[in-house]
């Protein structure tokens, strides 16, 4: 009998984590502080004298202290400059590093246009930042590998259901199309902000969390 892991269980943010856990690993989970809020927890914090109680909320990556890129640089990364282009090759001016930029990031780039650009692409191969307007920045449907089921024990026909494909993204309708047990193609009903390979998409219907996987392909709108 599978469990079901639901946002009640673990609001969505953490859901958005817990959906990679197996079956076996869920069964042993333990929530000790239930439905409180995390300010509720701020106070019983407080009144015990613990230090995090006023803690600053951690976001994206929570284990490093400010900026990612001097820890990737004092880790050994190396990047080198290269071009930014557009949809069509042109070239618009100098990125500073791949590893600088992000998929959809829209602020930062170093170049102007008469709309704000957004990082469409990243082609470690040429060395290329590729960026576009908005609606270049948009995505129809993604490819989903190493697929790690809640709710079910495999997918054999089309669902439809609920899709996040950023940590901090509201979902989005769409209809997942298993390809086989461990890949599916995830059709969003309306174009979305775009994703890059190696994030991780989580499917919801309602509140029940079906499942999780990482992010392989995104086709652009």
Not at 126 to 141: K, S
Request: glycine fraction near 10%; proline fraction near 5%.
């Amino acid at each position: 009998r599978f469990g079901v892991l639901t946002a009640l269980d673990a609001r969505k943010d953490q859901s958005y984590m817990l959906s990679l856990l197996s079956q076996e690993q869920l069964a042993r989970l333990v929530l000790p502080l239930g439905a409180m809020t995390k300010a509720e927890v701020r106070i019983i914090a407080a009144d015990l004298g613990l230090a995090v109680a006023e803690k600053a909320e951690s976001q994206d990556n929570c284990f490093i202290d400010g900026d990612y890129r001097p820890f990737l640089h004092a880790h050994g990364v190396q990047d080198e400059p290269g071009p930014i282009v557009d949809g069509a090759g042109a070239v618009l001016g100098r990125h500073e590093g791949l590893a600088n930029y992000t998929v959809g990031q829209r602020k930062g780039i170093g170049v102007a246009g008469p709309e704000p650009y957004y990082v469409v692409e990243k082609r470690p191969a040429t060395g290329e930042l590729v960026v576009g307007f908005a609606q270049d920045a948009l995505i129809d449907a993604v490819v989903v590998g190493a697929m790690n089921w809640q709710a079910f024990a495999s997918l054999g026909e089309s669902y439809g259901a609920m899709v996040k494909l950023r940590y901090r993204s509201r979902p989005c309708a769409c209809i997942i199309e298993p390809e086989d047990n461990q890949r599916v193609r995830i059709a969003l009903r309306s174009p979305q902000p775009t994703t890059a390979p190696g994030q991780y998409a989580v499917l919801y219907d309602g509140d029940t969390v079906l499942g999780g996987g990482m992010i392989e392909e995104v086709v652009q709108a």
